[in-house]
C-alpha cells in the first residue's frame, strides 16, 4: 500500500489558531430577538451552529431546516404575507441557489434579510468555494439586495441590526455577509 | 380523470373565509382565479418551484388560518424539497393541491415526470405527510372539498386532471398589490408602524 499523500496545505489549514472567545452568535440571537424574528430558516452551515443551536431552542422562533437555500426566499415572503418576520441563514454558495428566486423578493417588495458566512475568500483551502464565493457581492446586487458586510466579531450585531431595520421598515431585501476572517479557519485534517 | 376547471370550481366555490390560497405559476393561477378573484389568494407568476414554500411560510405564521397551497404537477416537481421541508414541519393547516395533468402545459404540452414512473403523492408520503389523497374521480374530489374547511393536519392531494388548456382567466400580475392586498385581508399590516 502506498503511503498517502502529505498534503502540507491540509496541514497547515489544519492548524488551530488561538481566537478569543468572540460570542457573536450570540449576540446575533439577541438581535433576532429584539428584533421579533419569528422564523429561521436554514441549510445547515457550520459557521452559523451556534446560531443555529440558539434559534432552535427558543420556544417563539421556527427553525426551518431547508434542503436548498432557495426554499427560504419562499418561506420568508410566506412569513411576511401573514405578518411574521423571518431571516434566512445560509453560506456563500447558497446565494448562488437562490437568484431565480429572489424575483419573487423584487416583484412583490417582500423584505428579506439573509446572513450570508462567507466561504471562498480569507484563508480557503478548498478550491470548489471559490467561483460563487467570490461573486458573491455583485450576484446580490444585480438581484436588487442590498449588500453590507461584518469583517470583526464586534460590528456583527450592529451590522445586523441595521439590516433588519431597514428590510422591514422599507420592505426592502438585505444581506449581511459574515467574512470568512470572522468565522475562522476550516479544520480539514482532525 | 377530472376537468381542471370542474375540479377546481368544486374545491373553491364555497371557500371558507380563513382559507388563504397560494397558486403556482401558469396554469393553476388561472384555474384559482377562474373561480372568482379574492384578497385572500395568493398568485405566483413565477418563482417557479416556490409555491409550496410560500404556504409553509404563511401556515407557520398564521395558525388561525387554514393555507392552500395550489399548484400544478411541473411547478411541484421543481420544488420537490420542499416537500421534504414541509414534512419536517407539518403545520397542521397546510394543505398542498397538486392538479397533476402530467405535462407541462404552458410550453407546449410536454410530458413531465408524473407521466413516467414519478408518483407525487407517494413521494408526499415519503416525507412524512400521512393525510395524502389520491383524487381522480368526482366522489374523491368530493371528499377533498368536504375535507378543506376543517382538515386538522398536513394535507397533500394529487389530482388528476385532463391535459387541456381552457381559457385563461389571468388575475393582476402587480406583486405589489397581491401582498400588499393580502396583508390588509389577513391583517398582516397591523403592528408593523413601530
Redesign the interface.
Known amino acids: 500500500m502506498r503511503e498517502p499523500t502529505w498534503d502540507k496545505e491540509a496541514e497547515v489549514a489544519a492548524t488551530p489558531l488561538p481566537r478569543s472567545e468572540t460570542g457573536w452568535p450570540d449576540q446575533l440571537f439577541g438581535v433576532l430577538k429584539a428584533k421579533d424574528i419569528r422564523q429561521v430558516g436554514y441549510v445547515p452551515d457550520a459557521g452559523h451552529s451556534r446560531l443555529i443551536e440558539l434559534c432552535a431552542a427558543d420556544a417563539d422562533i421556527r427553525d426551518v431546516v431547508l434542503t436548498t437555500e432557495e426554499e427560504g426566499i419562499g418561506l420568508a415572503a410566506g412569513a411576511w404575507l401573514g405578518g411574521q418576520r423571518a431571516v434566512l441563514l445560509m453560506q456563500s454558495s447558497g446565494v448562488g441557489n437562490c437568484i431565480n428566486m429572489l424575483s419573487l423578493t423584487k416583484n412583490c417588495r417582500f423584505p428579506l434579510v439573509m446572513l450570508v458566512t462567507m466561504r471562498g475568500e480569507w484563508a480557503e483551502f478548498n478550491p470548489w468555494q471559490v467561483p460563487m464565493g467570490s461573486i458573491v457581492e455583485p450576484a446580490l446586487r444585480l438581484c436588487d439586495v442590498l449588500v453590507s458586510r461584518a469583517d470583526h466579531a464586534d460590528a456583527v450585531a450592529d451590522t445586523v441590526e441595521a439590516a433588519i431595520e431597514l428590510a422591514f421598515g422599507g420592505e426592502l431585501a438585505v444581506a449581511v455577509l459574515l467574512s470568512q476572517r470572522l468565522i475562522g479557519r476550516k479544520v480539514w485534517v482532525k | 380523470m377530472l376537468d381542471r376547471r370542474t375540479a377546481i370550481t368544486a374545491l373553491l366555490a364555497h371557500r371558507s373565509r380563513d382559507l388563504?390560497i397560494?397558486t403556482g405559476l401558469g396554469s393553476a393561477t388561472w384555474d384559482v382565479a377562474s373561480v372568482g378573484d379574492h384578497d385572500r389568494n395568493?398568485y405566483?407568476?413565477?418563482?417557479?418551484?416556490?409555491?409550496?414554500?410560500?404556504?409553509?411560510?404563511?401556515?407557520?405564521?398564521?395558525p388561525d388560518?387554514r393555507t392552500a397551497v395550489v399548484t400544478g404537477d411541473g411547478e411541484m416537481l421543481m420544488?420537490l424539497?420542499?416537500l421534504?421541508?414541509v414534512g419536517?414541519?407539518r403545520p397542521a393547516n397546510l394543505a398542498i393541491i397538486v392538479l397533476d395533468n402530467g405535462v407541462y402545459g404552458e410550453t407546449g404540452m410536454q410530458p413531465s415526470h408524473t407521466r413516467h414512473a414519478v408518483d407525487l403523492a407517494a413521494t408526499a408520503r415519503a416525507c412524512g405527510i400521512d393525510l395524502v389523497l389520491d383524487v381522480a374521480e368526482p366522489d374523491e374530489l368530493q371528499r377533498l372539498a368536504a375535507l378543506l374547511p376543517g382538515f386538522d393536519r398536513t394535507l397533500f392531494a394529487r389530482v388528476r386532471i385532463t391535459p387541456d388548456e381552457p381559457p385563461r382567466v389571468l388575475p393582476t400580475r402587480d406583486?405589489?398589490e397581491?401582498?400588499l392586498r393580502?396583508?390588509r385581508a389577513?391583517?398582516?399590516?397591523?403592528?408593523?408602524a413601530s
Open positions: 388563504a397560494i395568493f405566483l407568476w413565477g418563482a417557479m418551484g416556490g409555491a409550496a414554500m410560500v404556504g409553509l411560510g404563511l401556515a407557520l405564521a398564521r388560518l420544488g424539497g420542499s421534504a421541508t419536517v414541519q406583486g405589489v397581491l401582498k393580502f396583508r389577513v391583517g398582516a399590516d397591523r403592528g408593523e
